[in-house]
C-alpha cells in the first residue's frame, strides 16, 4: 500500500524516476516494441497512484472540515442550519402539471379517433353530436383522472413508510433517523445490505465492498478503505463501515446523474397489449367504414348536398361507426383498475412499487423462495453446543459471543449466541475481556471475527461461521476432520444449521484451533406449510433456494410438505440423470448452498423456459435474484437493498400474504380481461350491425342514438374496476387469439339477434311481431327506437357472460355493477320508448320512439338471445384450451356439500361409498 504523502513529496518522487521517464519516452532502438509498451503503462500508473494519493484528505482533515466528530457527531442545532442550508436529503420530485396529466386520459389512439368523429361532426355543422363526442370524452378523461390520482394518493402514503433510516451520530449518541434528514457532516454507520442514502467518506471501515454499478455499471463490487468516497445510490456488499457525509440531494453523484438524464420507462406488457387491441379496434371500423364510402359513393352514387345533417347520410353513417364502434373507455377503465387494484394489495399489505407487476403477478407460475426469514421465522435457537478436542461448551460459547456484533448491528445468529450465553452462564466473565474490533460477517469469507484482550493482558482472535470454512482454517483438522463432518450431517438430518468456532492464540490470526459447533435452529413459519399447498392448488410451483446445506433444505422442505427433489449446484453442473442443467432446474422442487449468483442463474433459466418467475428474499445476497425475476417480492424486515430491487414490498411477516396478493392480482386481471372481451365483441357488433343494415336494407341510424350508448355503457364499464369477481385457479396470461375469438364470437351472435329482429318488424303490417303477436305497426323512425334499445339492452349484458367462468346466471355481480347496468337500461328503455321526436328532422335518420309493448317484447327478445351465450363462451373454451367449464367448481363444491353433508352416502352395510361429484372440466 502506498502511504499518503503531500503534493510536495510526490513531485520529488517523479523528479527521480525522470531518467526513467525518459527511457520510456525516447527508447534506443533495441528494445522490444511491446515490452516498451508495457513499461510506460506500467509508469503512467504509478504516477496516478502517487498524484491520487497525494491530493486525498486524511480523515482527520474531513472531520474538521465538517466540523464534526466520531465520538459525539453533529449537534441538533448543526443539523437544523445545515439543512436550512443544504434543504432535504431527497432528489426533488419532477414538477407535476395536473392539466396536463388530464389532457393525457384523450392522448391515445382511441381517443384520437374519437376526437376525429368529433372533427366531423363540426364539419357537418352538427353541434348536437358534437357536445355530446366531447362529452363523452371529458367524463372518460375526468373519471380516470379522479381515480387513478385517489389510488396513487393512497399508495404513496402507505409507500412514504418504506422511507429508509439511517444510523448517525447526534449529540453524542447513536440514533436511527430517516435518510431524508441526513445533512454534511452526519457521522452515519454503514452495514452490510444497506443503500448508501447520501455520498460519504470512510472514516472507519473494514472489509468494505459496494455494488456501485447502477451508478458506474461496474459488474463486481468495489473494495473500499479509510479516505475512500461511497455514493449515494450503491450498496454494501460486505463489511462495515463508519463514514462522514459529504453530500446530500441533488449534490450526490446520483442526484447530479437524476437531474441531468431523464430515465425512459419501458412499455409495459400491459401497454403493448393495449395497444394491439386498440389497432384491432381502429382497422376493423376502419374498414367498415371504407366499405360503406365505396358502396355510397361508388355503387349508390351517393351525393352530399351540403354539411347539415342528412345533407350527407354516408358520412354521417361513418360517424356512426366511429362513436360507436371505438372502445373509447377502455385506457381509463383498465388504468383505472390497475390503480384502485394497487390500492387493495397495500390494504392487504403488500406496497407495490411499480404498477404493471399487479398484472404480472397474476401471470406468475413460479415462486422461488429464500429460506431463511421467508419460509422460516429467522429466530434462532440454540440446542446443546459440542466441543471438539478439549473445549468446554463454556469455551465455545464465549468465543462465539466475543465474536459476535452488539446493539443495533447484532444479525439473527449474533442475538442467538450471546442470548444462550446470558441465560446459560456467568456474564461477569465475558465483560472481563475486551473487544479491540470486530470484524463482521460476509457472504465471502462466510466468517465473523474478533480481536480479543483477556483480562491477563493477552491479545488473541476469535471466529464463528460456516463450519466448513472455520475447520479448514484450523490446525487440529486432520485429527476431528471425520468427526466434525458427521456431527454436522447428523445436525443437518435433524433440520439444524451448524455454527463452527475457533480461536487463534495469536493477534495476526495465523494459526486457529477449532473449538466445536453450535446447531442453530430455525423453526418454520406456522403459515407457510398452508400457504405452500394453497400456491400449488393456484398453479403456482414453489422451489426453495437457500444457502443452507442440503440436508437442512430437504429436511425443512419435509417439514413444509414441500418436494425433496433438492440439487446443489455441483449436482446440477455434473447430473447423471441424463438431462440438461435447464431441465433439472425445471423439475426441482428447491435448491441448496447457493450463492447470489447461483440464484440469479436459476431465475434466469427459469425465465428463458418462459416461465413468469416471482423471486422472495430478504437479504442483499437475494439482490441479484429479485431483481432479474419478473416479480420480485421483499419480505417483510427486508434489507434496504432487497427492497430498493423488488417490485413489491410485504408489510406483514410470512408468505401468507403473497397469497392474498396472487389472489387480488388475479382479480383484477380478470376485471380487465372481462372488459377488453366485451369491448372488442362491441366494437365487432356495432360495425357489423349498423354498417350491413345501411348496405343491405339501406336503413341509417342517427348519430346521437350511438352516442347516447356510448355515454351510458361506457359509463356502466367504469364500475368494472371494483366488480365481484372469481380469480382463477391457473396463472392468468393474456391470450390474445382466445380474447378475439371469444369478442368475434359474441359480437357476430349479437349482430345476428339485431339483424333477426329487424327483419321481422321491417314489413309494417305484415311483419311477424304484428301478425303473429299483435303488436302494432312501426315505421322505420320508430325502428331505431327499437334497434337503439335492443343494441343497448343486449350490447352491454354481454359483460355478464364474459365476467363470468362458468354459467352466468350463477356467479353474482358487485353491487355498484349491477346498480350501474340497472340505472343506464332504465334510461335506455325511456329513450328507447319515447324517442326524440323524430330529431333530427331530416327524414333520413329520424328518431322515434317504439312504445312500451315493443320496448317489453325486445326485454324477452334480449333475454331469450342472452341464454345460450354461456355455450358459445364453453365452446370457444373448448375449441382453444381443449376442456370447458359448466359449472364453477364452487358452486359445484357447494351442492356435493348439500347433497352429502357428512362427506359421502353409506350403502346398506353401513359402509361409506364414494360420493358423486359435479364433473366441471
Known amino acids: 500500500k502506498l502511504p499518503s504523502i503531500s503534493l510536495g513529496d510526490a513531485k ?44 486525498k484528505p486524511s480523515t482527520s482533515q474531513v472531520l474538521k472540515d465538517f466540523n464534526t466528530s466520531l465520538e459525539h457527531g453533529l449537534t441538533s442545532q448543526q443539523v437544523t442550519q445545515l439543512t436550512q442550508q443544504y434543504g432535504p436529503n ?10 396536463l396529466e388530464y389532457l393525457m386520459f384523450m392522448w391515445n389512439p382511441l381517443s384520437w379517433t374519437m376526437e376525429i368523429a368529433a372533427l366531423i361532426s363540426i364539419v357537418l355543422l352538427d353541434y348536437i353530436d358534437f357536445i355530446l363526442i366531447v362529452v363523452l370524452l371529458l367524463i372518460n378523461a375526468t373519471i380516470g383522472f379522479y381515480e387513478e390520482h385517489s389510488a396513487a394518493n393512497a399508495v404513496d402514503a402507505l409507500k412514504n413508510s418504506l422511507t429508509p433510516s439511517a444510523r448517525v451520530m447526534r449529540d453524542g449518541e447513536w440514533k436511527m433517523v430517516e435518510s431524508t434528514t441526513l445533512v454534511p457532516g452526519d457521522i452515519m454507520s454503514l452495514k452490510i445490505g444497506n443503500v448508501i442514502p447520501a455520498d460519504a467518506i470512510i472514516i472507519e471501515g473494514e472489509g468494505v465492498k459496494i455494488d456501485q454499478s447502477s451508478l ?31 453530500k446530500t440531494g441533488v449534490n450526490t453523484f446520483f442526484g447530479k446523474a437524476a437531474n441531468l438524464v431523464a430515465q425512459a420507462e ?14 384491432f379496434c381502429i382497422f376493423f371500423i376502419v374498414i367498415w367504414s371504407a366499405i360503406e364510402l365505396i358502396v355510397e359513393f361508388g355503387v349508390r352514387k351517393s351525393k352530399c348536398t351540403g354539411v347539415k345533417e342528412g345533407q350527407c347520410v354516408a358520412l354521417n353513417n361513418v360517424l356512426v361507426l366511429l362513436v360507436g364502434g371505438i372502445p373509447i373507455a377502455m385506457p381509463t377503465v383498465l388504468s383505472v383498475t390497475m390503480a384502485i387494484g394497487a390500492t387493495q394489495l397495500a390494504k392487504k399489505q403488500a406496497i407495490v412499487s411499480r404498477l404493471t407487476a399487479v398484472e404480472e403477478l397474476a401471470g406468475m407460475d413460479i415462486l422461488c423462495s429464500d429460506k431463511t426469514g421467508t419460509l422460516t421465522l429467522n429466530i434462532l435457537t440454540v440446542e446443546h453446543p459440542t466441543p471438539f478436542d478439549g473445549a468446554s461448551e463454556a469455551d465455545i460459547m464465549l468465543h462465539a459471543a466475543l465474536a459476535s456484533s452488539s446493539g443495533e448491528d447484532m444479525d439473527a445468529i449474533d442475538k442467538a449466541v450471546t442470548n444462550y450465553y446470558a441465560d446459560k452462564f456467568d456474564k461477569g466473565v465475558i465483560d472481563s475481556y475486551t473487544i479491540m474490533k470486530h470484524f463482521p460477517f460476509n ?34 483438522k486432520k485429527l476431528i476432520q471425520q468427526e466434525v463432518e458427521e456431527m454436522i450431517n447428523d445436525f443437518a438430518l435433524r433440520g439444524f444449521r451448524a455454527l463452527g468456532v475457533s480461536r487463534s492464540l495469536d493477534e495476526e490470526g495465523k494459526r486457529w484451533h477449532f473449538e466445536g459447533l453450535i446447531p442453530l435452529f430455525d423453526p418454520p413459519r406456522h403459515d407457510t406449510e398452508d400457504t405452500i399447498k394453497r400456491a400449488l392448488e393456484m398453479g403456482v410451483s414453489v422451489k426453495m433456494i437457500t444457502g443452507d446445506q442440503l440436508a437442512i433444505a430437504k429436511e425443512t422442505a419435509r417439514s413444509l410438505g414441500m418436494g425433496q427433489n433438492m440439487f446443489t449446484i455441483p449436482a446440477l453442473k455434473n447430473n447423471d440423470m441424463g438431462i440438461s442443467s435447464s431441465d433439472l432446474i425445471e423439475q426441482a422442487d428447491g435448491f441448496a448452498e447457493m450463492w447470489p449468483e447461483h440464484k440469479y442463474k436459476v431465475v434466469k433459466s427459469l425465465q428463458k423456459r418462459k416461465h413468469i418467475v416471482g423471486m422472495t428474499g430478504d ?7 429479485l431483481k432479474k425475476a419478473d416479480i420480485g417480492i421483499a419480505v417483510h424486515g427486508a434489507t434496504d437493498a432487497a427492497r430498493s430491487v423488488s417490485d413489491i414490498v410485504l408489510m406483514s411477516p410470512g408468505l401468507s400474504v403473497i397469497i392474498d396478493a396472487i389472489i387480488a392480482s388475479r382479480k383484477i386481471f380478470q376485471r380487465m380481461r372481462n372488459y377488453v372481451i366485451y369491448s372488442v365483441a362491441a366494437t365487432i357488433r356495432i360495425c357489423l350491425t349498423f354498417a350491413i343494415l345501411t348496405l343491405a336494407y339501406n336503413f341509417y341510424f342517427p348519430t346521437i342514438a350511438t352516442v347516447i350508448i356510448a355515454i351510458l355503457n361506457d359509463g356502466t364499464m367504469l364500475t368494472i374496476s371494483k366488480d365481484r369477481v372469481r380469480p382463477r385457479q391457473t396463472p392468468d396470461t393474456w391470450n390474445l387469439k382466445e380474447i378475439f375469438t371469444m369478442s368475434f364470437a359474441y359480437g357476430i351472435y349479437l349482430f345476428i339477434s339485431t339483424l333477426v329482429l329487424f327483419i321481422l318488424t321491417k314489413d309494417g303490417a305484415d311483419s311477424v311481431f304484428h301478425q303473429k303477436f299483435g303488436l302494432p305497426v312501426i315505421d322505420e323512425d320508430q325502428m331505431r327506437g327499437m334497434i ?12 355478464f357472460v364474459s365476467r363470468s367462468q362458468g354459467f352466468s346466471y350463477v356467479e353474482r355481480p358487485g353491487a355498484l355493477m349491477t346498480i350501474a347496468f340497472v340505472l343506464s337500461q332504465i334510461a335506455a328503455t325511456l329513450i328507447g320508448v319515447l324517442g326524440f321526436g323524430g330529431y333530427p328532422h331530416n327524414g333520413r ?23 345460450p351465450m354461456d355455450f358459445i363462451k364453453f365452446g370457444v373454451t373448448a375449441l382453444l384450451r381443449g376442456h370447458w367449464h359448466i359449472i364453477p367448481p364452487s358452486f359445484a363444491a357447494k351442492i356435493n356439500r348439500s347433497i352429502h353433508p357428512q362427506g359421502g352416502r353409506k350403502n346398506k352395510k353401513g359402509k361409506k361409498v364414494a360420493k358423486p361429484v359435479i364433473v366441471v372440466q
Not at 480481536?451 to 482472535?461: A, E, H, N, Q, Y
Not at 337503439?788 to 359483460?799: E, F, K, M, N, R
Open 12 to 55: 520529488k518522487l517523479l523528479k527521480q524516476n525522470y531518467p526513467l521517464h525518459r527511457q520510456i519516452m525516447y527508447p534506443s532502438e533495441d528494445k522490444e516494441g511491446a515490452d516498451i509498451k508495457k513499461a510506460y503503462e506500467k509508469e503512467q500508473e504509478k504516477r496516478k497512484v502517487l498524484i491520487e494519493s497525494s491530493s
Open 845 to 867: 335518420t329520424d328518431f322515434k320512439g317504439c312504445g312500451w309493448a315493443y320496448a317489453l317484447a325486445i326485454w324477452i327478445w334480449c333475454i331469450i338471445w342472452y341464454l
Open 90 to 99: 431527497a432528489i426533488p420530485e419532477k414538477k407535476r402539471y395536473p392539466v
Open 619 to 625: 437479504g442483499v445476497n437475494d439482490a441479484p435474484a
Open 443 to 476: 457472504p465471502v469469507d462466510k466468517k465473523a471475527q474478533g480481536l480479543i484482550r483477556g483480562p491477563k493482558g493477552d491479545v488473541f482472535r476469535v471466529a464463528k461461521g460456516a463450519p466448513q470454512v472455520i475447520l479448514n482454517e484450523s490446525d487440529n
Open 266 to 279: 419501458n412499455s409495459s406488457h400491459l401497454q403493448k397489449v393495449l395497444k394491439k387491441i386498440s389497432l
Open 788 to 799: 337503439y334499445l335492443q343494441v343497448s339492452i343486449s350490447g352491454l349484458a354481454t359483460i
Open 216 to 246: 458506474t455499471g461496474e459488474s463486481l463490487p468495489v473494495n473500499k478503505k479509510d479516505g475512500d468516497e461511497v455514493y449515494s445510490g450503491s450498496t454494501m456488499k460486505q463489511g462495515e463501515a463508519i463514514s462522514v457525509v459529504t
